[in-house]
């Protein structure tokens, strides 16, 4: 192998095409590459893959071209090249790729065509994690007040390498949290990052995060996280916990009484069968050992209801809601959903009995504050003091003039 790759390499080197031309990959030229990069993304190892590219003729003549293969051993090409290209048709290149080890590679198709800019076509291939993707959208719902909710993302590598990644907060939230912020993805195995929703107030929080992946042409992953905060919440989830065991106790009771019918099917049984026996038995058998059976089938029927009414659940008070021993149907949550409306409406009612003398003494204020308003529009408006007179007058206006000359000799 090293002395292929090494023959390899010294023909590419040795390429007077190569050495005497200049190519590029944003060729303005006549032929247009389909893909311009090519991509290899995900292989298997000792196994060969694929790829066609298209090499069309974008000019108004046709135009002669000669197509350079990659250099290293694990790109090979095949095509059916024509003479001439005419305007407007293409010409398919097929790209197989063989790699022997998990690693990245990189090589390139040069494109010489006469009369016009050179092409580059360059080709990557890389080994790609797998399942790690992250929902673009995570919502907790309604979460009671000072609680902690939690919503885990599994990043999986399906490949023998190990991958790093990062979380960038683009948009933060104090109730809202991620971690880890980086880590790594093992080979073959997989990471947990934890999303943590834990609200300080009764409102409605959003949070929005990117992945980044340490994988080649890999574009980053973004998630928006929300969560609400309502009053009841803490109560639902009560509600539904016991909602749960409920359950569960009905499950094991219904075991414990199928287990008790199993059994005293058997039994009775047992009991016919002796009955049977003794059916067929002389009639000097003495009755006794049948008074016995009877008795003691009699004792296993006690026996048995008494099982039944212990197993029965009873109806249990939780907050002070009656909960009832059986919540299989609508109708019985309906119930203590409504016991709990009442119940906060007889809050209301007595809230509303305890203001009542406060209500009174306001309505007696504002009563009398109206009593007042109107004694005072009732009463007749004033008219003022009396005209003066032409004596008054001339008294006042001869005290001014006397005034004015006393400041005009201080003045003066």
Not at 1 to 24: C, D, H, K, Y
Not at 97 to 120: A, G, H, K, M
Not at 377 to 384: D, E, I, K, R, Y
């Given at each position: 192998?090293?002395?292929?790759?090494?023959?390899?390499?010294?023909?590419?080197?040795?390429?007077?095409?190569?050495?005497?031309?200049?190519?590029?990959q944003t060729s303005s030229g006549a032929v247009r590459a389909q893909p311009p990069?090519?991509?290899?993304?995900?292989?298997q190892v000792n196994t060969t893959h694929h790829f066609t590219l298209k090499l069309s003729n974008g000019g108004s003549k046709p135009l002669r071209m000669h197509i350079i293969p990659p250099a290293s051993p694990y790109f090979s090409i095949t095509c059916n090249k024509k003479e001439r290209l005419v305007p407007g048709m293409s010409e398919d290149v097929d790209i197989a790729?063989?790699?022997?080890?998990?690693?990245?590679?990189?090589?390139?198709?040069?494109?010489?065509?006469?009369?016009?800019?050179?092409?580059?076509v360059p080709i990557h291939a890389y080994p790609v994690i797998g399942e790690a993707s992250l929902p673009p959208r995570l919502d907790f719902g309604p979460v009671a007040l000072q609680h902690t909710a939690t919503r885990t993302i599994s990043l999986t590598c399906s490949v023998p390498i190990d991958f790093e990644f990062k979380v960038d907060i683009l948009q933060p939230s104090p109730a809202l949290s991620v971690r880890p912020l980086q880590g790594v993805i093992p080979a073959n195995g997989s990471t947990d990052v934890t999303v943590s929703f834990t609200p300080e107030d009764y409102t409605t929080q959003s949070m929005q995060f990117q992945l980044q992946l340490s994988q080649f042409n890999s574009t980053p992953q973004v998630c928006v996280v929300s969560g609400s905060c309502v009053p009841g919440a803490a109560k639902a989830v009560v509600l539904r916990q016991q909602q749960q065991k409920q359950q569960q106790t009905h499950q094991r009771h219904g075991e414990d009484s199928g287990q008790g019918a199993a059994a005293a099917e058997g039994e009775e049984e047992e009991e016919e069968e002796s009955r049977t026996e003794g059916a067929h038995q002389p009639a000097a058998v003495p009755q006794a050992p049948l008074q016995r059976s009877s008795s003691a089938g009699d004792t296993r029927r006690l026996q048995r209801a008494s099982r039944t009414k212990v197993s029965t659940p009873q109806t249990r008070v939780v907050s002070g809601i009656r909960i009832p021993a059986r919540l299989t149907g609508m109708a019985a949550v309906n119930a203590v959903l409504n016991a709990a409306a009442e119940d906060q409406r007889?809050?209301?009612?007595?809230?509303?009995?305890?203001?009542?003398?406060?209500?009174?003494?306001?309505k007696a204020k504002e009563d009398a504050f109206l009593t007042l308003l109107r004694e005072h529009?009732?009463?007749?408006?004033?008219?003022?003091s009396p005209e003066l007179d032409d004596d008054t007058r001339r008294a006042i206006l001869a005290r001014r003039r006397m005034a004015q000359e006393e400041y005009t000799q201080l003045q003066g």
């Open positions: 192998n090293q002395l292929f790759r090494m023959a390899a390499t010294m023909a590419a080197t040795q390429n007077r095409i190569v050495q005497r031309e200049t190519f590029s990069v090519v991509h290899f993304g995900g292989f790729f063989t790699p022997t080890e998990w690693r990245y590679y990189y090589d390139c198709i040069r494109v010489q065509v006469q009369d016009s800019d050179n092409l580059l007889q809050d209301f009612r007595n809230s509303k009995v305890l203001l009542a003398p406060a209500a009174a003494a306001r529009l009732a009463a007749p408006a004033s008219v003022g």
